[in-house]
């Protein structure tokens, strides 16, 4: 016999739980809220998903960075040197050497190199330098820095060797790990040598003059800033080697 209470209890007795999945729902009619609620989730996960590529996708676009390793979150740098002139002397080598031994610490002037380079016969920093001074001539950066137990990492460039040797990339980590350095340029009939001492990299993606290099001429014909573009093709000239690393033999860090 069924009592009431019994009837009762069919009545409100429940089917056994199931795993619910969101795809093909199987789920008793009685139940449609719950069914309602987790087609919300699916939907609500769905939307979460794209909009999640959608933040991440931006951020994968992203060019990567220019500057080397040391100098990541600075745009901009521009060491302080010392900006002599080679007046009307043949001393680009010394007042370049000059200037980045200065820079090191060395107490020096480019007519105290010069003075070295000629064993000392003549003190060139007080001679009247007439046509026949031993004081007017020519040198060598590398010859420069040895006389003072500065040494340099320096190679040889051919134009095949621009791209990954004064690489932008490049050109800042000395900037920023090192110090300013040296680059040897040639012209049809001339050396010359120029001091690398700043760079600058701006936000325009688009901007051609985006990259640029600062850059101290010893004969003065330079703009204090060019673009990187330019730096790498000038002109008439072209740079047949560059001195990295420079450093006093002896000194802590010195590694060239």
């Not at 999640?52 to 996708?57: D, G, S």
């Not at 390793?69 to 010392?82: A, D, F, M, T, V």
């Not at 001393?91 to 060395?106: D, F, L, Q, S, V």
């Not at 003072?148 to 932008?168: I, Q, R, V």
Request: aromatic share 10%.
């Amino acid at each position: 016999m069924t009592t009431r209470a019994h009837r009762t209890n069919q009545l409100f007795s429940f089917p056994q739980a199931r795993i619910i999945s969101c795809p093909n729902l199987q789920i008793p009619s009685h139940k449609k809220i719950l069914s309602r609620m987790c087609g919300l989730c699916c939907i609500l996960f769905i939307a979460f998903e794209a909009i999640a590529t959608l933040l991440v996708l931006p951020v994968s676009a992203q060019p990567s960075s220019p500057l080397g390793s040391s100098c990541q979150g600075n745009p901009y740098r521009k060491l302080s040197i010392e900006k002599w002139s080679q007046g009307d002397t043949p001393w680009c080598w010394a007042t370049t050497a000059a200037i980045a031994m200065h820079y090191h610490g060395e107490p020096l002037v480019p007519c105290k190199v010069v003075t070295k380079e000629v064993g000392g016969t003549e003190n060139c920093c007080d001679s009247v330098l007439t046509p026949d001074s031993q004081c007017l001539i020519g040198g060598r950066v590398s010859d420069a820095l040895k006389h003072f137990n500065f040494t340099s990492d320096y190679k040889s460039l051919a134009n095949s060797d621009l791209a990954e040797e004064l690489s932008f990339s490049r050109i800042s980590e000395q900037l920023c790990s090192n110090g300013p350095f040296i680059s040897q340029i040639e012209g049809p009939s001339t050396f010359h040598a120029i001091v690398v001492y700043g760079y600058a990299v701006f936000d325009d993606l688009d901007d051609p003059h985006r990259l640029q290099v600062s850059v101290h001429d010893p004969q003065e014909e330079w703009p204090p800033f060019v673009t990187y573009d330019f730096f790498l093709d000038i002109d008439a000239f072209s740079h047949t080697g560059r001195y990295y690393s420079i450093c006093k033999q002896g000194r802590r860090n010195c590694r060239p």
